[in-house]
């Protein structure tokens, strides 16, 4: 009776982290638009549109990996973003969702403690205003092995706009692979 009750409680357990793996996936995509192909944009709830491109679909080991990222408010009101969520002056934490061959690739870059921001730490981008920033990705992450990688800008912040309203928001690419 003893190895029943095991059994039983394995199953229990199991299933427990099955639901809990299917409302985090649930949670985790909220109202966000899916990856689309390299060469789209992606819109975020903000209006604001980004987009991920690189120069090249295939890279050596020993090469850098450029990527070109380019933010973009295509509506009014103008919109101010967070500077250190954006790649405005390199990478200060892991703006980037990196795998390879399904599994995460470690962000390798510094992290950096930060106070409360204050209004100088968010660039202002008018309707119809892009930035645009060129990132050597291999910098910040372990690309040395060889796969398949899926590369994909994906920030969340409670404090990633300046708003009086509601400063929360999430700016997310389209998916290189």
Do not use: C
């Not at 002056?89 to 390798?108: H, I, K, M, N, S």
């Amino acid at each position: 009776m003893h190895a029943k009750n095991q059994i039983s409680l394995a199953h229990k357990i199991l299933y427990g982290i099955m639901s809990l793996a299917v409302f985090l996936a649930d949670f985790g995509a909220g109202n966000l638009p899916p990856a689309r192909a390299q060469g789209t944009t992606a819109k975020t709830p903000t209006g604001a549109v980004v987009s991920l491109s690189a120069e090249k679909g295939f890279f050596g080991a020993a090469r850098e990996v450029t990527l070109h990222v380019t933010i973009t408010n295509p509506d009014e009101p103008s919109i101010r973003v967070l500077r250190w969520l954006i790649p405005a002056e390199g990478l200060t934490e892991p703006l980037f969702t990196v795998t390879r061959d399904g599994e995460p690739v470690a962000y390798l870059g510094m992290l950096v403690k930060r106070a409360a921001p204050t209004e100088q730490d968010y660039i202002t981008l008018a309707a119809g205003e892009s930035l645009s920033r060129a990132v050597n990705l291999s910098d910040y992450y372990d690309l040395s092995v060889s796969g398949n990688y899926a590369i994909r800008y994906d920030v969340a912040s409670v404090e990633l706009y300046a708003k009086a309203d509601n400063n929360a928001g999430r700016l997310a690419s389209n998916t290189l692979n």
